[in-house]
Nanobody, 122 residues
Framework: QVQLVESGGGLVQAGGSLRLSCAASGRYAMGWFRQAPGKGRDFVAAGSTTDVEINYADSVKGRFTISRDNAKTTLYLQMNSLKPGDTAVYYC???????????????????WGQGTQVTVSS
């Protein structure tokens, strides 16, 4: 069983920055998704197992950056130039099997973190 532990959410003013972390028990294809109140879970960013492919949602390109630590077991999401529309619960996800693709569909992931709230005030 893969455990994913998220941290780093909070309240920030528009234009500010936050960094989310997701600690895993190994190296996996991983991604970030978010869910705003009353809406579905949307893709944000993802990396393949070896990060040969990284993908971002159009809404966050140029503002968000996905990366890993040296051990490749912690996934980060650096969020800059935050907007009120970025307010959501952010979830990290991991796929058990190796993937050379950055997976953008939530159903392709096997494990999920508990979620962390990001609130951007105007």
């Amino acid at each position: 069983q893969v455990q994913l532990v998220e941290s780093g959410g909070g309240l920030v003013q528009a234009g500010g920055s936050l960094r989310l972390s997701c600690a895993a028990s190994g190296r996996y294809a991983m991604g970030w998704f978010r869910q705003a109140p009353g809406k579905g879970r949307d893709f944000v960013a993802a990396g393949s197992t070896t990060d040969v492919e990284i993908n971002y949602a159009d809404s966050v390109k140029g503002r968000f950056t996905i990366s890993r630590d040296n051990a490749k077991t912690t996934l980060y999401l650096q969020m800059n130039s935050l907007k009120p529309g970025d307010t959501a619960v952010y979830y990290c996800a991991a796929r058990r099997r190796y993937s050379d693709r950055a997976l953008v569909v939530a159903e392709m992931y096997d494990y999920w973190g508990q979620g962390t709230q990001v609130t951007v005030s105007s």
